[in-house]
């Protein structure tokens, strides 16, 4: 397949400035590389705290942004199967995690890629290299795990996988070696932005009872319902966050959750998710990107019985567990609709900025614009 020896690139030049359009070469591809074309990028928040430089990552600039990626393959050296053993060819479409070393401690004695020592991510990487979505190509490097998207799946139901739901199935995984949700229990999501959103369709198909969503944007909470939430609580309609926590306990009988889960970056929602329990649960923290410091009194996890959990990013198996779980639902749940505004390349500051001032649930930039 012919593709251009030049790529169009936002690029993040100076922590707290916009990404500013450049042209960079294609690198040549070596034993093991695949070069992709790509489709969509998706806007994440951490995309957006990391132009800022609010994120508790910070390499050196510049780089080219964009680390939740949906690529159609243009050429490939030496690649002929994804992780799954299905044959991949150019044309086909592909997700990607970051590059694990598989030798350090993490990788071969945990057997946890994703917390690998010498992790080489996307979306983190100096310009010359072409390793972020925001260009027009990007080289997916030797080594890297890949995985064929089905063609039953849609770009807009994929795209999602490639940060934000692979990061949600992790974080469940932990949360049923923990336990898992009890059948008839209450889950509380905290935060329905997309961390949210599949954070609550995964409990939807649990044994929940309760499905409970926590949001001060009311159309976030609306579409909410149809990821599967039983309730939901606006934080304008009740603004003062141990009220919130006394109406959990109030539709439960008095039990509160069983499981709370963290989804909106904010520090100050740490407390507020420790009061919505009794006694006993598991508190999953999936939304904290920033090194800002709360006040905590220890005490009240001791005294409710609580297991706390931290789960940040994946590996490839949870891509694999997410397209599935996406080809099994995607008649039931509506995937697609995540997306809120598509952008071209061009507008990728402007996409971050609306999602930073929460104008767009999830933008994407889309390259056939």
């Known amino acids: ?23 960079i070469d294609v690198p040549e591809l070596m034993d093991g590389d695949i070069l992709v074309k790509v489709k969509l990028a998706g806007i994440c928040g951490t995309d957006v705290h990391q132009q800022i430089g609010d994120l508790s990552i910070k390499p050196p600039t510049p780089m080219i942004q964009g680390h939740e990626t949906l690529g159609e393959i243009v050429e490939l050296k030496g690649v002929t199967k994804d992780v799954t053993g299905t044959p991949v060819k150019e044309g086909d479409r592909i997700l990607w995690a970051h590059q694990f070393c598989g030798e350090c401690y993490a990788c071969k004695i945990l057997q946890q890629p994703y917390a690998c020592f010498g992790s080489k991510g ?12 925001f260009a027009e190509y990007e080289l997916v490097t030797k080594g890297t795990d890949i995985v064929r998207v089905p063609d039953s799946v849609k770009d807009e139901e994929a795209l999602g996988v490639g940060c934000a739901f692979r990061t949600v199935v992790n974080g469940y995984d ?20 997309p961390i949210g959103l599949y954070s609550t369709v995964m409990a ?37 966050a141990h009220e919130r926590a006394e109406y959990v306990k109030s539709i439960t009988n008095g039990i509160g959750a069983d499981v709370v889960i963290e ?15 009794s006694k006993f649960g598991t508190y999953l923290i999936l939304g904290q990107t920033s090194r800002r410091s709360v006040e905590i009194i220890p005490n009240d996890i001791m005294n409710k019985q609580l297991v706390i959990l931290g789960s940040g990013s994946a590996d490839i198996r949870h891509f694999v567990k997410a397209l599935k779980f996406i080809e099994a639902f995607r008649e039931k749940y509506p995937f697609g609709e995540l997306i809120s505004t598509k952008y071209p390349l061009e507008q990728a500051n402007e996409a971050m900025k609306s999602m930073l001032e929460g104008r767009d649930l999830k933008a994407a930039i889309d390259m056939s614009l």
Not at 174 to 193: E, F, N, R
């Open 1 to 23: 397949m012919s593709y251009l020896k030049k790529a169009k690139a936002m690029v993040l030049e100076e922590y707290g400035q916009p990404d500013v359009m450049r042209e």
């Open 122 to 133: 996307y979306g983190f990487a100096p310009p010359a290299l072409l390793r972020g979505g």
């Open 174 to 193: 932990k949360i049923m070696a923990h336990g898992g949700v009890p059948t008839g229990g209450t889950v509380v999501i905290q935060g329905v932005g």
């Open 204 to 240: 939807a198909q649990t044994g929940a009872a309760k499905i409970i969503t926590v949001d001060s944007v009311e159309s976030r909470l609306e579409f909410s319902k149809k990821w599967g939430a039983t309730h939901t609580i606006s934080m304008k309609d009740i603004p003062d």
């Open 263 to 277: 989804c909106t970056g904010v520090p100050a929602a740490f407390n507020e998710g420790l009061d919505y329990f």
